[in-house]
């Protein structure tokens, strides 16, 4: 069955840098697009971030020179490089993969940027 597994999130200050992965299973990885989301507090679930099998990667407009996806289909993992993180990119980032128009996702993994 497909399994989506994050790790990495943590606490940094502002201005800190974090690693997100996802270890994927369960699925052709290496021909399909992988995403990563995030969901803070009272607000609705955001794409971050995509990287398809070929092609260009998008980031959603807040992240855009500070985030990093990118993906190793040897290994099936998937990775957000957060780099420069501000207080409102606090939030539970999730991997995701649609597939036959269904939606997976991992179980979250908690980011907190505070002094």
């Known amino acids: 069955q497909v399994q989506l597994v994050e790790s990495g999130g943590g606490l940094v200050q502002p201005g800190g840098s974090l690693r997100l992965s996802c270890a994927a299973s369960g699925f052709l990885f290496s021909i399909v697009t992988m995403n990563w989301y995030r969901q803070a507090p009272g607000k609705e679930r955001e794409l971050v971030a995509t990287i398809p099998s070929v092609g260009g990667i998008n980031y959603e407009d807040s992240v855009k020179g500070r985030f990093t996806i990118s993906r190793d289909n040897v290994k099936k993992m998937v990775y957000l490089q957060m780099n420069s993180l501000k207080r409102e990119d606090t939030a539970v980032y999730y991997c995701?993969?649609?597939?036959?128009?269904?939606?997976?996702w991992g179980q979250g993994t908690q980011v907190t940027v505070s002094s």
């Open positions: 995701n993969v649609r597939l036959s128009r269904n939606d997976y």
